[in-house]
């Protein structure tokens, strides 16, 4: 008899054998004649130049911190929903306890949030450059 | 759980006399059921495409194209599996197993009906949020391992998308867990038994009074259903597959059996969103109407109908609205629906404290 995280485990199982049986079955049917073009990184028919591990956009970064702020956030406020409402009463007093708790717990985060959106990172558009214009390269004459 | 009710499994292990026999088929029985409706929706996402477009879609393969899907499985089998050169290839295999996997260990948890869950554990909603999560290292890791520009862009713009859009699930599924006192997926499916009233879309049971939290919970529900649309990585928020700009995605390297893996992946992963939708919003396994049609039968022929009902609305979607640019998208997430997911968990729970 398996308890619950065994069937899991079996689930685990069982779908990586699927996908095993579903490449040895294709493996044995398909043709295999590579050649150097075929094994070459598709890009639209041209050469590929360069290796595209290269260093990305920064902004991917800001979204994964902010994401696991929250993540993490959320994970802990798990355990407080499931014994809220028995916590929130005790017969028929309704006690703020928890609900403020939460409050405070949740403010915290969303002051960050609001810093990350004041400090426009949640802007995905470029920053602008200041590009100077011919009037103010001319040196305008005093007086 | 206090009552004791006699489970498919406790029934099968009865009749085979075998626990092992029993815990097979409770196990095989999802895949056998994903590998049918992975069939019938891929059916289904051609010809509603060809009626929303005005076409007949596939016509040749069978009466009214119906056997198209099998066709299609069988060329991906024949299909030669490429694997590029420059490709790091350890984890270019290593991806649509832990893509697959993942979706279907989520399969695990869900109660299909009153008497049919493979698993019951206690943690049901936290462990599909977990597993859901699993498929974004899947996405990274074929992505990168492709060696190939279009698929690591593609992959970066999947996960910062994903995990944006995780956040204001988390929060809805969160405000759920407050409504049900449960994490247990069968246990919050009970507490919306009776008539469809009753289901936590329109507030869950409760007096007259629940009129103040059904706004709450319905822009939830819209929440959730747009947040699982940017998680399953489906129109309109296809960015990381955006075949105008991207080629595929991260899976412009993949053929064959190994990118009918991730379709797979896909496919299941649109039933868990609808699946978890049903559960958490619409009564899962209950019947609309109290104790008519009602029972374990009953009950799997409701949770199938009402999760089809929303795998069908991600297809109309998807054939429906142009694709989002990349800072809508993210704009979208974190100026909007993180805001009132928050203003709806503070409003559910002051509800809570009150009722």
């Known amino acids: 008899m398996l308890s619950n995280f065994g069937i899991i485990l079996l689930f685990f199982i069982i779908g990586i054998l699927f996908v095993a049986a579903g490449l040895i079955t294709a493996a044995i049917i398909r043709p295999h004649h590579p050649n150097p073009v075929k094994l070459s990184t598709y890009e639209c028919g041209e050469e590929p130049i360069g290796i595209p591990w290269i260093k990305f956009n920064i902004r991917f970064y800001v979204i994964a911190l902010v994401f696991l702020l929250f993540d993490v956030e959320v994970v802990f406020l798990f355990p407080w929903a499931v014994v809220f409402r028995q916590m929130s009463r005790i017969g028929n007093t309704i006690v703020w306890f928890a609900f403020i708790e939460m409050l405070v717990f949740v403010a915290v985060l969303l002051a960050g949030l609001a810093y990350v959106w004041v400090k426009g990172d949640l802007n995905w558009e470029k920053p602008k450059p200041y590009i100077p214009k011919l009037k103010d390269l001319i040196i305008t004459k005093k007086g | 759980m206090g009552q004791h009710i006699i489970t498919l499994y406790d029934w099968l292990a009865k009749l085979s006399n075998s626990d092992l026999i029993a815990v097979i088929v409770v196990a095989v029985l999802p895949l056998i059921f994903l590998v049918v409706y992975a069939l019938v929706a891929i059916l289904g996402e051609l010809k509603i495409s060809a009626f929303i477009q ?7 393969t069978g009466p009214w194209g119906i056997i198209q899907p099998v066709a299609e499985v069988v060329k991906l089998l024949q299909k030669e599996d490429i694997t590029p050169e420059p490709a790091n290839k350890t984890l270019f295999n290593l991806a649509p197993f832990l893509m697959f996997t993942a979706a279907y260990a989520g399969f695990a948890v869900i109660p299909f009906s009153s008497h049919f869950v493979p698993a019951g554990i206690n943690l049901g909603l936290f462990y599909i949020f977990a597993i859901g999560s699993l498929a974004v290292i899947g996405i990274v890791m074929g992505g990168w391992a492709s060696n190939n520009k279009y698929s690591l862009l593609g992959a970066l713009r999947s996960v910062s998308q994903i995990v944006s859009y995780e956040i204001p699930a988390a929060i809805v599924i969160l405000t759920v867990v407050v409504l049900a006192n449960s994490m247990n997926l069968q246990v919050i499916n009970e507490k919306q038994s009776g008539w469809f ?7 869950g049971p409760g007096s007259a009074w629940k009129i103040l939290v059904i706004p709450f919970t319905v822009v939830m529900m819209l929440l959730y259903l747009v947040a699982s649309l940017a998680e399953t990585n489906r129109t309109p928020f296809d960015i990381p597959e955006g075949e105008s700009e991207l080629v595929a995605g991260y899976h412009t390297e993949y053929s064959g059996m190994k990118f009918a893996m991730f379709f797979f992946a896909e496919y299941a992963n649109m039933f868990i969103v609808a699946a978890l939708v049903t559960i958490l919003f619409f009564g899962g396994w209950n019947s609309p109407f109290g104790s008519f049609m009602s029972g374990p039968f009953w009950g799997v022929f409701w949770f199938i109908i009402k999760s089809f009902f929303f795998v069908f609305v ?4 998807r054939w429906t609205l142009p694709r989002l640019r ?14 009132i997911a928050f203003v709806c968990f503070f409003a559910v729970g002051i509800w809570v404290m009150f009722m």
């Open chain 2, 326 to 339: 990349v800072d809508q998208l993210m704009g979208v997430s974190w100026k909007f629906m993180v805001p």
């Open chain 2, 197 to 203: 009233w009753n289901w936590f879309v329109f507030g």
């Open chain 2, 314 to 317: 991600q297809i109309w979607l």
């Open chain 2, 54 to 60: 005005e076409r007949l879609g596939p016509m040749r």
